[in-house]
């Protein structure tokens, strides 16, 4: 009887992994169009972006597309070869899963800094922002943060070696390796303490970011509570309440009253733009914590099991694949929410598209 090798079982679980790999071409595809669309939009159509609330979504585009190509690739290339017949692969797997780490946590970290910005620009608006080596310093800040975080997974992550049954000849087993925490540091504590750690620094930036939108939330709807009491319309006349004071503007009673017209109903526009662009930040990071979340979940339980994905059912496997690589739907989805918020960076794809169409 022919030998059962790592070739046969990487073919054996081909065809379980089909569905899955896929679902990463889809992800993988459908985000490189979208966020290279957003990266060609924002460097030629809207260089207003640092003063207009859009700051962050270039940088965000720019990490989305960078983890998907990276981790989008990754994952695939181990859905198609996902044991190892040596320990070859050992420096490369540790690679992939600290640079994978760290593209994840740097999305993290923008998603924070939008947050932190929204409410600024909302409920701090007359707050002065941080000088040129204010920011410096906060970079190297997170940037030190991003290192500490990342660098114990390049340590406990590895090659385990795994046996193998085969599901279609009987009484044949083979012993293969497999990119994730290395066997040596398996459920041990230094790997638990890692693991709780990386649990609850998630758990604390969804409680700050829930808090910062929350207060976002409260002002918006504060904001339009009186933007509704302080402005009304009788005969043709709009009148603005601003405090004690109450500013008659008249349509078509000459070239001033038209002028403060048209700042009032500049204001107006920006308010709604704003309003905009905030809700459509919360949903992102709404997104980004559902999307986000099954990935640390199965990862901790797969650093604390090598063989938590291999002892399931083929259905169960599926869903858990599912849900392991959902994280990159988030990445390849944000496009597609700024085509649906923003308006003037819809108009302005809608133009590109036209042009290049005609």
């Not at 420096?91 to 993290?108: A, R, Y």
């Not at 709009?238 to 349509?251: F, L």
């Not at 905030?278 to 979940?297: A, D, G």
């Amino acid at each position: 009887m022919k030998n059962f090798t790592v070739d046969n079982l990487n073919q054996e679980n081909f065809s379980q992994i089909i569905p899955n790999a896929v679902i990463l071409i889809l992800y993988i595809f459908i985000g490189f169009l979208g966020n290279t669309a957003v990266l060609f939009v924002y460097t030629k159509d809207m260089k207003n972006v640092f003063s207009s609330g859009r700051l962050f979504i270039p940088f965000l585009a720019l990490s989305d597309l960078v983890t998907l190509l990276f981790n989008g690739f990754v994952e695939f290339q181990t859905e198609l070869q996902t044991f190892k017949a040596t320990t070859d692969g050992l420096v490369f797997c540790k690679f992939k899963m600290f640079i994978g780490l760290v593209l994840v946590i740097i999305s993290g970290c923008l998603y924070l800094a939008i947050a932190v910005h929204r409410y600024l620009l909302i409920c701090r608006p007359h707050l002065t922002f941080p000088s040129r080596s204010q920011k410096l310093f906060i970079l190297i800040l997170s940037g030190l943060f991003v290192f500490g975080i990342s660098v114990p997974k390049f340590i406990f992550s590895g090659l385990a070696k795994v046996i193998i049954t085969s599901k279609k000849t009987s009484n044949q087993t083979v012993g293969a390796y497999l990119c994730g925490n290395d066997e040596r540091f398996e459920n041990t504590l230094g790997s638990n303490i890692y693991n709780v750690l990386l649990i609850v620094n998630s758990c604390i930036w969804n409680f700050i970011l829930a808090i910062l939108y929350i207060y976002v939330g409260k002002q918006i709807y504060k904001r339009g509570n009186h933007i509704k009491s302080n402005t009304c319309v009788k005969d043709d006349r709009i009148y603005t309440s601003t405090g004690t004071r109450s500013i008659e503007i008249v349509e078509n009673q000459g070239p001033k009253p038209m002028l403060v017209k048209q700042i009032t109903m500049r204001s107006i526009k920006t308010f709604i733009i704003n309003n905009r662009l905030s809700w459509m930040f919360i949903i992102m990071t709404l997104l980004n914590v559902i999307c986000y979340t099954p990935k640390l979940v199965l990862d901790v339980q797969h650093s604390m099991d090598r063989y938590f994905f291999l002892n399931k059912d083929d259905s169960t496997f599926f869903i858990l694949s599912i849900a392991d690589n959902l994280y990159l739907l988030n990445n390849a989805i944000n496009p597609f929410l700024y085509g649906f918020f923003d308006r003037e960076f819809k108009n302005r794809i809608t133009k590109r598209l036209c042009f290049k169409c005609k």
